[in-house]
């Protein structure tokens, strides 16, 4: 039906339309007809779930605006601007319902609302997490649904002037629009195509423009189906743009964009005795990148009359190591500059940098070697030191937990639920008393949400080999670092087929020999989704994990 490249959901439109169209050509009785509005039906509870899907990636779209607002804002406006002009067409759309079926009828518009329109709060795509009210048609309810006359006369009119010709314009803008937004190059990928090659022709190959062939002696009820198979469109082609606007958010950034003296030093608290070490590097800069520091204790610049007196070091793979001893305690402070090669001048550029310390006597650490907090669940390795006292001299403590000391002389704590907090404290013995060393405090939470997972993919294109032998949803923690594993207990599975979304609730993470054969059978570009994912943690909790959304490609 088109000489563009369709998406399942077009080719799945397209596929009611000629049905609709074959039903309508072989004269049928009212039953049948009254029994088809049941796609219609079907399709638009599929649009009000769709609409929500991009409302959602609006707010996704938005929090990433949130975080970084210079980066994302060009994005973010163009995003706007588009859901603005959806939401404009698709009222625009919905307008039209509300006018053929009046016209149909022969009532005014107000009396068509009365009589066979129903309020529903759908989402709002103008603010995500909103709802607003919308006017849904009751299709069924119309007596003049099998009438195509009246129908005709306001879509296509007597000289073409009809409906349909403003709105194939307004499609046509619409979809202009998106294409200067993503590229031309998207063009056999967006739906809302009112001009093919070849043209369009009726069953006796005579040519007929996009407005006549989809309009013209078409009832009133195959006219609301069409409209809604635009709307579709509109999601469609309004849900390709957003997407590819969020891909631009990363596409396009710089590898670097600037170039600053970094200090990172082993620690600001040193013992006397021990040494001060630290790193200098330049940031942005990759690990090829070679320089030279000179560095003077005791100052807070470096200046022409001082430079002289400088300690120089060579950088190793983009890095400096220094080391001082600390010899006397108290505030200590250090100054420096970098000198290396300016990329775009291959002249020698400075960056200056200072830093200062403390040298301090004993006093107890307690470090967490993973995470800043305790988890519920599992066993947070911790390492207790002492500066100057024997570790075996060191004896710990804690409120709420169970401390316990390992090999290689770290200690895992394992903490109890429904507790926000526990102290950690130490005391050491030194000459047969006991010397108290310090506190420290920790927060307790329960181990964060991992990300559910299929073939490694939360979203995106993947064949049907691959989907297949993955089997099932892996829940993996990302970005975190102990070993610990979460139980997938149940989830949905959905696709669209023939119109209609298709829910299965399954059991377990595995796929079940339904869910195969429909994947088998699935076609190109066809989309599944698998929701309200449950897995239970090692804290017991039972956890609702994040949708994964997959494309066949």
């Given amino acids: ?8 959901r077009q080719k799945m ?40 899907k991009i409302t959602s990636a609006y707010a996704q779209f938005e929090s990433q605006y949130a975080l970084n607002p210079g980066k994302v804002e060009e994005y973010w406006t163009q995003a706007k601007e588009v859901r603005k002009r959806s939401d404009e067409l698709i009222t625009y759309i919905d307008k039209i319902k509300l006018e053929v079926v009046a016209r149909s009828e022969k009532i005014s518009e107000q009396q068509a609302l009365e009589l066979y329109f129903s309020k529903e709060m759908v989402a709002d795509p103008m603010n995500p997490g909103s709802q607003k009210e919308k006017m849904v048609l009751n299709l069924v309810d119309v007596p003049t649904k099998d009438k195509f006359d009246e129908a005709t006369n306001y879509m296509v009119g007597q000289n073409k002037n009809g409906k349909a010709y403003e709105l194939s314009v307004k499609m046509e803008e619409f979809r202009n629009y998106v294409l200067g937004l993503i590229g031309s190059q998207y063009a056999d990928k967006l739906g809302l195509v009112t001009k093919k090659q070849g043209g369009y022709r009726d069953a006796t190959g005579t040519p007929q423009d996009w407005e006549y062939y989809n309009f013209y002696h078409t009832i009133l ?17 309004e849900f390709d743009a957003i997407n590819r606007l969020y891909a631009n958010i ?7 964009d600037n170039v600053v003296a970094k200090v990172i030093p082993k620690s600001t608290y040193v013992l006397s005795g021990q040494s001060y070490e630290a790193e200098i590097l330049v940031a942005a800069y990759d690990s090829k990148t070679q320089s030279e520091v000179k560095v003077l204790r005791g100052a807070d610049k470096v200046t022409d009359a001082n430079i002289g007196r400088t300690q120089v070091f060579k950088s190793e793979n ?21 000198e290396m090669i300016d990329p775009a001048t291959q002249e020698i550029a400075r960056y200056s940098f200072n830093a200062d310390y403390i040298v301090a ?16 669940g599992v066993k947070n390795p911790i390492s207790l030191s002492a500066p100057g006292i024997p570790l075996d001299k060191v004896v710990p403590s804690i409120t709420k937990g169970k401390l316990t000391k390992n090999a290689n002389g770290t200690w895992d704590v394992e903490v109890p639920a429904g507790e926000t907090k526990t102290t950690i404290s130490a005391a050491a013995n030194i000459d047969g008393k006991s010397l108290p060393l310090g506190t420290s405090d920790f927060r307790i939470k329960r181990v964060p949400d991992p990300m559910a997972l299929i073939a490694g993919k939360l979203e995106g294109t993947i064949d049907k080999n691959s989907l297949l032998a993955a089997g099932a949803i892996i829940p993996t923690m990302r970005d975190f670092d102990f070993e ?47 929701e309200n994912i449950q897995a239970k943690g090692p804290d017991g909790t039972v956890r609702s994990l994040n949708t994964i959304n997959l494309e066949i490609n």
């Fill in 221 to 237: 009820a195959a006219n609301i189906t069409i409209l809604n198979k635009i709307i579709a469109e509109v999601q469609n082609t």
């Fill in 250 to 256: 990363s596409e396009k950034d710089f590898k670097f």
């Fill in 1 to 8: 039906m088109a000489g563009y490249k369709e998406t399942p």
């Fill in 318 to 338: 983009g890095t400096v190591k220094l080391q001082f001893p600390a010899a006397s305690e108290g505030p200590q402070q250090y100054a420096g500059i970098i």
């Fill in 13 to 52: 439109i397209g596929m009611l339309y000629l049905v609709l169209t074959a039903l309508l050509a072989l004269n049928v009785s009212k039953d049948i007809l009254d029994a088809f509005l049941v796609v219609n039906d079907s399709m638009e509870n599929t649009n009000d779930s769709f609409s929500a």
């Fill in 361 to 376: 006597p004993p006093s107890l650490t307690v470090a967490p070697l993973k995470m800043n907090v305790f988890y519920v």
């Fill in 484 to 530: 610990l594993y979460f139980e997938v207990t149940s989830y949905t599975f959905a696709t669209i087929v023939n119109g209609d979304w298709i829910p299965r609730n399954i059991r377990g993470n595995r796929f079940t020999e339904e869910v195969q054969n429909v994947i088998r059978n699935a076609q190109r570009k066809q989309k599944f989704f698998f």
